[in-house]
């Protein structure tokens, strides 16, 4: 006759069985429910659950991965460092970091050309990072370093880029070919100039530039005359060396630690634009570019090879292409 002991210890298995047919039953519903499946009451065969809860797992593992690159703690910081140049100061000059006398004739010390901050030459190598340009030093907003036009401006992009969206956005994002048509170079040209000149009062209106083309010729000449790309060489490798991953999630992944190596201006800059390019793939019946024509439009404007030799940077143009078409899909996630 069974002791009480045995009997015990039956029970206690026969109770850990259940618990763990339970715990498997309820991680078929919620994994089922994940899928969008409907789980009858004859639950199936191992040889089916068993890859089914594997492919169910890899799914949402996907989903919480893509979930975690939105989180980001980056607090925007629009530091910018002073851009001096030797200068011949008229009549007695005092440093404005040591309040110490400028000696000398000529060449006494530099000058922020941006800010128009005085300093020697030595103490230009203490001043923090804190260059607070003026409208009166930056007199052109083409050719201009991306940080200092938005400092200047009290922005947080670039006032073309937002100018140029707009008015695409408003008469163009049907257009056929938008970007990748060309504008007569001539009224680019002018439309630069009326940036350089007018600023935030430029007329880019229907009115001064019927074809839209103009504008989208200004806005892509806007970035290739940076003398820093919006992707800043500095991140230029890491963005390339992300556009090798043939896995989607790695490649998001690198992304995302790509995008932190960016400077607060040239990051809102991108974020703002690749937004714009996803509107306009979501007109793609339409104007017939989707994510890919446009990456391969953007990729060379928007990244440059720093010193690379010709055949490097010939390589890398597919490279470029990828990660602004990368960029273009995932915007919603990856900004």
Not at 144 to 155: I, Q, Y
Request: aromatic content about 8%.
């Amino acid at each position: 006759m069974p002791s009480r002991e045995s009997y015990s210890v039956r029970k206690g298995e026969k109770s850990l069985v259940q618990s763990k047919s339970k715990q498997e039953s309820n991680q078929q519903d919620i994994l089922a429910a994940a899928l969008g499946m409907r789980m009858g009451p004859q639950k199936p065969p191992a040889t089916i659950w068993q890859p089914l809860k594997l492919f169910a797992y890899s799914q949402l593992t996907s989903l919480v991965r893509r979930a975690t690159l939105k989180e980001t703690d980056r607090a925007p910081k629009y530091e910018k460092v002073h851009n001096f140049k030797v200068h011949t100061f008229r009549g007695p000059h005092w440093c404005e970091y040591c309040a110490n006398f400028m000696w000398g004739l000529i060449a006494q010390g530099v000058k922020c050309a941006d800010c128009g901050l005085n300093v020697h030459k030595q103490c230009s190598k203490m001043v923090p990072n804190d260059c607070k340009p003026d409208l009166k030093h930056v007199k052109k907003v083409y050719s201009c370093d991306l940080t200092t036009l938005v400092k200047a401006h009290n922005s947080k992009r670039p006032m073309v880029v937002d100018m140029c969206i707009r008015e695409i956005e408003s008469r163009g994002l049907k257009s056929e070919g938008i970007y990748r048509v060309s504008g007569f170079s001539d009224l680019i040209e002018d439309a630069k100039l009326t940036f350089d000149r007018d600023g935030e009062k430029a007329d880019i209106s229907v009115n001064v530039y019927e074809d839209i083309n103009i504008i989208t010729g200004a806005l892509k000449l806007y970035f290739r005359d940076l003398p820093i790309p919006v992707i800043t060489y500095d991140a230029y490798p890491k963005f390339i060396e992300a556009a090798k991953f043939t896995d989607l999630d790695e490649r998001l992944e690198a992304l995302h630690e790509a995008l932190k190596l960016l400077p607060p201006a040239h990051h809102e800059t991108l974020r703002y634009l690749m937004a714009h390019l996803k509107r306009v793939t979501q007109n793609e019946k339409d104007n017939l570019m989707n994510a890919e024509n446009l990456g391969i439009v953007f990729g060379p404007t928007l990244m440059r090879a720093p010193d690379l030799d010709a055949m490097t940077a010939l390589n890398d143009i597919r490279y470029q292409r990828q990660v602004v078409e990368t960029l273009i899909k995932n915007e919603d996630i990856l900004f």
